[in-house]
């Protein structure tokens, strides 16, 4: 999975956890659960949802990592092996 | 023969409206089905049926609202379907009772003679079930007409389908000028005004006949229900016309004269063309935002008026809890972890065992205390308001099925989909702002129930143990309660227990 696949899943994921956040609205520096109003059920939603689309079991303390939009694409490129770029 | 009528789903609740029917006459239903979507103030809920059966008639069609305990459909005990069985729309002609001749007949009694008026199909009257065919009623629904203004010609003063028919006629909704009458802002009683009988076939101008929702959503957009063209009984306009019309775009206020020129006003030089199609889904979902304010400042203003709030905090030490819930989540795959959230639900569910006097209804002066506990769970929507739907018997859950059923609850509340009985039996509610950052609460009771618990932020914070201050995870747990129903010391003794039930998470 390269950083694209990434976003895009991250992008659908949220939409189903979420359907009124938008990915654009966060800024780099902003965290999901902050900018897109995310409570606990919610984080645990869009980790089981990112570990159902990529079979990847994200233990909880790696959540930390997961907090930014860059910080799960990279997480994500890095768990499934795909090119360590962006 | 049942009566399905339309469910209280909320003591705020006064009327709602069919979006949706999900099964069709000749249907067999069982108790618990969902069988129709209905929109609320506060959501689409999906409504469950409380008997076995089979679907004899859907009454009330789609897109009609209609006040609370009104008859929606019929359902028969049995197997056995007089008219319209098969799941088929109802052969209507079949069904109707021929008008007699006229000259046999007794005079037709006047509008408004008792017995005659039966009350309307839509706006209840369950007199109407026994005088008017269900063809006719139906009928009657989708015209628009209200049977208790219309005097019948057929036996026994019964209304007919040409009776209601000729009354459509007369009763033309309004062709000219300003598209329908602004709508009432409530339940929408049929127009009482009484329409004169006219056996013969009347020979006005027969402009399209509308259903009163459609010209309500009409009147609402801007459109003229009658430049619509109708696929309703009769070439009606119903509801899904004037959506449909919205959606295609042709939605610019249209002159009935002018079917041409397709939402362009030549003039407005810079105007931009009216925000023509505000597409329905979003001009729907900020009325329902603002619905769903108006419901709940409602409630919470009966709330506050009518019950005698007393508050109490206390602080819980959830150190064990947060290591025990590390310890269970490290073993377990992502898709069978618990929150924090989930033993506090269980820890208030289950500390009622406890305390009763918070658990339960208060309503015309008296307590009842629920023998169940139903936990409300409070869910902020993120396009603005919140709902507390019910966690059902939460107290006898498991944490993993609580979890489950918590998940789900936010799931559905967020995508809009309830279920009815969700919404209506709440006996206890839980706020969990803790996710927010908010220290505490400090709630308010939804009516009718008698006690609110909230849950602040779960952090560190310095407590002292053994003689020094140390670090602890730990929240903040409030009580709301109802004084008419119980004291300060119950409702300490009630926080005292979940702090309790919380130092043993593995026991809940």
């Not at chain 1, 938008?22 to 645990?44: K, M, N, R």
């Not at chain 2, 809920?45 to 459909?73: N, Q, R, S, W, Y």
């Not at chain 2, 914070?461 to 929240?475: E, H, K, N, W, Y």
């Amino acid at each position: 999975m390269n950083a694209d696949d990434a976003r895009t899943l991250l992008r659908t994921t949220l939409h189903q956890i979420a359907p009124e956040a938008d990915l654009d609205d966060v800024g780099p520096d902003e965290t999901l659960q902050e900018a897109l109003d995310l409570d606990s059920i919610d984080v645990l939603n869009l980790v089981v949802g990112l570990h159902d689309a990529t079979g990847v079991d994200i233990p909880e303390r790696d959540y930390p990592q997961l907090t930014t939009v860059e910080g799960c694409v990279a997480y994500l490129v890095a768990a499934t092996g795909g090119p360590a770029t962006s | 023969m049942g009566a399905f009528t339309m469910p209280s789903l909320g003591a705020d609740m006064d009327a709602g409206t069919v979006t949706r029917w999900l099964v069709a006459p000749g249907d067999a239903v069982h108790r618990g089905d969902v069988v129709a979507v209905v929109d609320t103030e506060k959501s689409e809920i999906e409504v469950e049926v409380f008997e076995d059966g089979v679907v004899e008639e859907l009454v009330v069609p789609e897109g009609v609202e209609v006040p609370v305990g009104t008859v929606l459909a019929t359902i028969a005990a049995g197997r056995r379907d007089e008219s319209g069985g098969g799941g088929t729309p109802a052969p209507e002609t079949a069904a109707v009772p021929a008008p007699p001749p006229p000259t046999s007949a007794p005079p037709p009694p006047g509008p408004g003679v008792p017995g005659v008026t039966a009350g309307a199909a839509i706006g209840a009257g369950e007199g109407a079930d026994r005088v008017h065919s269900p063809v006719v009623r139906r009928l009657a629904a989708d015209l628009g007409v209200d049977l208790g203004s219309v005097a019948g010609t057929g036996p026994g003063g019964t209304v007919t389908r040409s009776d209601v028919e000729a009354a459509a006629r007369l009763a033309p909704p309004a062709t000219s000028a300003p598209p329908a009458p602004p709508a009432p802002a409530s339940p929408p009683v049929p127009a009482r005004a009484p329409v004169p009988v006219a056996p013969a076939p009347h020979a006005g101008p027969a402009r399209a006949r509308s259903s009163p929702y459609a010209r309500r959503l009409a009147a609402g957009a801007g459109v003229h229900v009658g430049a619509l063209v109708g696929s309703g009984p009769g070439g009606a306009v119903v509801a899904e016309d004037v959506i449909a019309a919205l959606a295609s775009g042709g939605a610019a206020p249209q002159a009935p004269a002018s079917p041409a020129g397709p939402a362009a006003p030549p003039a407005g030089p810079a105007a931009p063309v009216a925000p023509a199609a505000p597409s329905t889904e979003s001009t729907s979902r900020e009325d329902r935002a603002a619905r769903l304010r108006r419901a709940i400042g409602n409630l919470m203003s009966r709330s506050k008026r009518e019950i005698p709030h007393y508050y109490l905090a206390t602080t819980v030490d959830l150190s064990s809890a947060r290591t025990w819930l590390d310890e269970v989540n490290a073993s377990r795959p992502v898709t069978d972890r618990l929150v924090m959230g989930t033993l506090l639900l269980a820890a208030a569910a289950r500390a009622v065992a406890a305390v009763p006097e918070v658990n339960g209804s208060y309503q015309d002066g008296v307590f009842t205390p629920s023998p169940s506990v139903h936990l409300g769970v409070a869910i902020s929507l993120r396009t603005g308001g919140v709902l507390a739907p019910a966690i059902h018997d939460a107290d006898t859950k498991s944490v993993d099925e609580l979890m489950a059923a918590l998940s789900d609850l936010v799931k559905r509340a967020r995508g809009g989909v309830l279920r009815g009985t969700e919404l209506a039996d709440a006996t206890l509610t839980v706020t969990n702002l803790g996710d927010l950052g908010v220290d505490e609460v400090q709630g308010v009771i939804f009516p009718p129930q008698v006690a609110l618990v909230g849950y602040g932020r779960v952090s560190e914070r310095p407590m002292v143990a053994g003689g020094q201050v140390v670090a602890r995870t730990a929240v903040t747990v409030t009580l709301a309660a109802d004084h008419r129903v119980s004291d300060g010391h119950r409702g300490g003794r009630y926080l005292a227990e979940i702090d309790r039930l919380l130092q043993r998470p593995e026991d809940l």
